[in-house]
Every structure is written in structure tokens, then in C-alpha cells.
């Protein structure tokens, strides 16, 4: 092909140098041949490569054929381990549970099922307070062994603490000073003070004295006004029994149920005045008082006056007036 061209060519030229002595005009004739003939050889020769050019295969087909199927796999890989990853776990059951705890202790009766057979704590089945002092009250109960639990004395209480199904700290303390941690009352200020008196003899008196206690109010006081007996005059110093009462006049024990000065027992303090009257004399007296708290814990505390005389101090009255009065006694009379 490319000799036929160079023949055209040759063969071409020949015929333009001919004629181009014959006449300069020819050569624009021949500018637009050669143009002509360029262009086809230059067709002719992008026509050859663009055809070789289909024969042969296309190139690294397989390589990017490989390359898309393997980037697919690793994001399906990926997909399925980041799915496993993020799950979050059930949070159901916990929140579940944490409401039933909370339901579960809620009442008394509940609570004492913690600390007592069922038989036992079923006695706080219908207690409607929740609180310190019925939380208190089951553990007090619970704090006793068995057969002290199954005492009537225990039970009477616990029965009329619960019937109204109320538990207040009045009645937990009760039974803890009861039957628990007894503690008694104390007694301060324990006084008396002449009211009535002539020439040192002392007719009347007034005792005063305050009663308190930790747990439980004051529920009873009373005093004994106690006159001294001398019987070891007899016993040591050989006096005659039927000479006893002409030398210590006879006396009666007196006892007096107190009321607070307020009017009634209601508290953890009350105090208390009680006036004694035509009192004999010719001896000493013991003032005993006795106060009881709520729980029924007692306090005992007692004081002993000074000899009281009998009679008015009539040698002092005389002896004032310049009169003096002198006794002998002989004893073989």
C-alpha cells in the first residue's frame, strides 16, 4: 500500500512539473492534491491502529473484576461485626427487679417476715404505719427468745399495741421498758419542810420531790410516812414492853396515793407535794416514796427526819422567864 502511494506521488509531481511549465497556475492545483492525498494517508493510517487496536484484548480485565469482589466481601464483613458490636444489652429484667425489692419491703408486715417465723409475723399483717417506731417494735419483739415471744404477758401487750393498727413511739417504748430494757424512774428533790409549828414542836409538815423516767411517763406515786419504832430499848437496855408506849407514844403508818400538781399523769416528769398533819411526835420518822413508770418499773427512795418531840418545849418558854424546871429519875423506884 504505502508503494502505490509513492508511485501516486511520484507520478503526481511529473505531471504538476509539466504542467507547471506550461503555466504557473497549476500550482495551487497541486497544494490542493497534496492536501488531498495527506489527508487520506493520515485516514488511512488512524484507520489502521484503531482496527489492530480491536483485535487485541482488553487489557487487566480480571484485575479490576477481582478488586470490585474483593471491596464488596470486606464490606459485608464489616456490616456484620459492627451489628454484633453495638447491640445493646436488655435492660428489662433489672428494672424489673429493682421494683419488686422496693415493693417487698414496704410494710411492717413485710419487715417482719425478715425476722420472724410467718406465724409470728403475721401478727403485723395489718399494721399501717411504716415508720421507725414499727420498724423498732419488730425488732424488739424479735430481740426476745422464743418462749418469752409465746408469754401471755408479752402477747396481752403486743395485742393492745396493735389493735388499733397504728405504732407510735409511746407504745414502742413501752414495750421496750417492759419487757426489754427495763429502766426505772428516778426521784429527785426529795424535801420536807415544817407548816405548822409551836415552841419546837412540829405539828404538820410538807414533802415535795420530782419523779422522771427515759422511756415511759410516770403512771403511779405514793408516799408512806413511816414513824420510827425503838424495840431494841426493850432488847438491850431492859425497858419494860408495857412502859414502851408511855416513853414512845403509838404512831400509825400513813400512806398517801399522789396526784402530779398538774392533776394528772401524763408525762415524762411530774412533780408532787403532799402535806402530812397532826403529826405525834416522841420519835423519828422515815418518809418513803414510791413512784412507778408506765411500764410498771419502780423506784423506791426514803429519808428520815430528825426526833420530833411530843409535847411543846414548855422549859424553854419558862426559862425565858427566868423559871427553871430540873427532873430526876432513880432507878430503884
Known amino acids: 500500500m504505502e508503494k502505490n502511494l509513492r508511485d501516486e506521488v511520484y507520478y503526481t509531481s511529473r505531471f504538476l512539473k509539466e504542467e507547471n511549465r506550461k503555466g504557473k497556475s497549476l500550482v495551487g492545483d497541486l497544494a490542493i492534491i497534496l492536501g488531498v492525498v495527506g489527508a487520506g494517508v493520515a485516514g488511512g493510517v488512524i484507520g489502521y491502529m484503531l ?51 422496693t415493693t417487698a419491703i414496704d410494710t411492717v408486715f413485710a419487715y417482719a417476715l425478715k425476722k420472724l417465723p410467718e406465724q409470728e409475723a403475721l401478727k403485723f399483717k395489718n399494721v399501717e404505719n411504716f415508720n421507725s ?34 405504732i407510735d413511739e409511746l407504745e414502742k417504748n413501752l414495750f421496750d421498758d417492759k419487757f426489754v430494757h427495763p429502766t426505772l424512774p428516778s426521784i429527785e ?48 437496855y431492859g425497858m419494860r414492853p408495857e412502859d414502851y408506849p408511855k416513853v414512845f407514844p403509838p404512831d400509825k403508818e400513813r400512806v398517801f396515793v399522789l396526784t402530779p400538781v398538774d392533776g394528772k399523769f401524763d408525762s415524762l416528769e411530774e412533780k408532787f407535794s403532799v402535806t402530812i398533819k397532826d403529826i405525834a411526835g416522841g420519835r423519828e420518822y422515815k418518809i418513803v416514796v414510791l413512784v412507778r413508770d408506765l411500764a410498771g418499773n419502780e423506784k423506791i427512795v426514803e429519808v428520815k427526819t430528825p426526833y420530833i418531840r411530843q409535847f411543846e418545849n414548855f422549859g424553854k418558854e419558862l426559862y425565858d422567864k427566868g423559871i427553871i424546871v430540873a427532873a430526876h429519875y432513880y432507878n430503884w423506884y
Open 51 to 101: 482496527s489492530k487496536k480491536k483485535e487485541e484484548p482488553p487489557p487487566e480485565t480480571t484485575t479490576v473484576t477481582q478488586t470490585v469482589t474483593q471491596t464488596i466481601t470486606q464490606t459485608t464483613t464489616v456490616t456484620k461485626t459492627t451489628t454484633t458490636t453495638v447491640k445493646p444489652p436488655p435492660e428489662t429484667t433489672t428494672v424489673t427487679q429493682t421494683v419488686t425489692q
Open 133 to 166: 417506731s414499727s420498724i423498732a417494735l419488730v425488732d424488739l419483739y424479735a430481740s426476745l427468745p422464743p418462749e418469752k415471744r409465746n408469754s401471755k404477758e408479752v402477747n396481752d401487750l403486743l395485742n393492745q399495741i396493735l389493735l388499733d393498727n397504728i
Open 189 to 236: 428533790n426529795l424535801n420536807w419542810i415544817p407548816t405548822r409549828e409551836n415552841l419546837d414542836k412540829i405539828y404538820d409538815i410538807n414533802v415535795t420531790f420530782v419523779a422522771k423516767d427515759d422511756k415511759t411517763p410516770i403512771a403511779y406515786a405514793e408516799l408512806r410516812f413511816v414513824p420510827v419504832e425503838y424495840y431494841y430499848m426493850i432488847e438491850k
